[in-house]
């Protein structure tokens, strides 16, 4: 069965860095994109980035370019995401999700079309304070 795993997460204090991961399990596809998404308490969940198996085309929240950067491992099926000079206001639950069979062009993500990311990790903790 197809699993998607985030680990990475932690405390962390403003202005440090965390990197996730996100390895997907039993599953082998051409096409395909990861999304990371994030849930604060009392908040929506929110779309931060996305990157496809393609190419690489990748997108990110306003909130959030600059700071994190997104990559992918495709012979490990991981997909990673670099958080710089973190904010407390990134404090949130952060997931992965897999957009498959892919939304929109090959070499196109998007994490505003929450629904077509059918399949969800179980998330993992960032909290930045002081």
């Known amino acids: 069965q197809l699993q998607l795993v985030e680990s990475g997460g932690g405390l962390v204090q403003p202005g440090g860095s965390l990197r996730l991961s996100c390895v997907v399990s039993r599953f082998t596809a051409d096409y395909y994109a990861i999304g990371w998404f994030r849930q604060a308490p009392g908040k929506e969940r929110e779309g931060v980035s996305c990157?496809?198996?393609?190419?690489?085309?990748?997108y990110y929240a306003d909130s959030v370019k600059g700071r994190f950067a997104i990559s992918r491992d495709n012979a490990k099926n991981t997909v990673y995401l670099q958080m710089n000079n973190l904010k407390p206001e990134d404090t949130a639950v952060y997931y992965c999700a897999l957009d498959y069979p892919q939304y929109g062009s090959h070499s196109y993500c998007t994490t505003s079309v929450v629904q077509v990311y059918k399949y969800w990790g179980q998330g993992t903790q960032v909290t930045v304070s002081s």
């Open positions: 990157i496809t198996s393609s190419d690489g085309s990748t």
